[in-house]
Each structure stands twice: as C-alpha cells, then as structure tokens.
C-alpha cells in the first residue's frame, strides 16, 4: 500500500512562516503530479499547489507570491514553504500523487496548519 508520509505544520503567527514535508515511495515520486491541498472546517478540500515530474508548477490564486512548492527528487520528497501566512490559511494540508486517468490517485492522513495570534 503506498503510504504519503507528511510533516511539518503547526502554529504560526499572521505574517510567519512553516514548512510542510511530504514524502513518497520512488515507484510514484518520479511520475505523478504531486501537490498540496487543504480543508477549512467546514469547507471543501482545494487545491493549494501542485509540481509536475518536470518540476512545472501551479498555485491557487490565494497563495500566489506567499507559498512556494519544490520537489527533491534524490529524497522523493515534496515541501511547501509557507510565507507570510494568513489566519484564512488555517486548515489541515494534505499531501497528494495524483495518478491522472489512468493510475490510482494517493493521499497523505494531513497536517494541521494554524495561523493565529
């Protein structure tokens, strides 16, 4: 069973900074989209960021500028670097391989990120 193995997270204050971890099994981590998605209670999942194998990226409009997503393939890891954070970040992150039409699609169990102060 392929298992998405998260870290990170935590609290922050409006304007600071946290890191998100996520790391894959090599037999996905070089061919599937990999990205970050999250969900405010109450709300639906969205996507946050995602990176191709090729390292192309694509970001929600809500986090353009502030969050950036990066890939290391030699670690078959995925981060999220969250910069001048927001109390509307607040949510559990989920990491996610998404396998597109063909493969199966893999989630991580989530990470809560809270942004108070």
């Known amino acids: 069973q392929v298992q998405l193995v998260e870290s990170g997270g935590g609290l922050a204050q409006p304007g600071g900074s946290l890191r998100l971890s996520c790391a894959a099994p090599?037999?996905?981590?070089?061919?599937?989209?990999l990205g970050w998605y999250r969900q405010a209670p109450g709300k639906q999942r969205e996507l946050v960021a995602t990176?191709?194998?090729?390292?192309?990226?694509n970001y929600a409009d809500s986090v353009k500028g502030r969050f950036t997503i990066s890939r290391n393939n030699a670690k078959n890891t995925v981060r999220l670097q969250m910069s001048s954070l927001k109390p509307e970040d607040t949510a559990v992150y989920y990491c996610?391989?998404?396998?597109?039409?063909?493969?199966?699609?893999?989630w991580g169990q989530g990470t809560q990120v809270t942004v108070s102060s």
């Open positions: 996610k391989a998404d396998g597109g039409p063909v493969d199966p699609d893999y």
């Open positions: 990176i191709t194998s090729g390292g192309s990226t």
């Open positions: 090599g037999s996905i981590f070089s061919h599937y989209v």
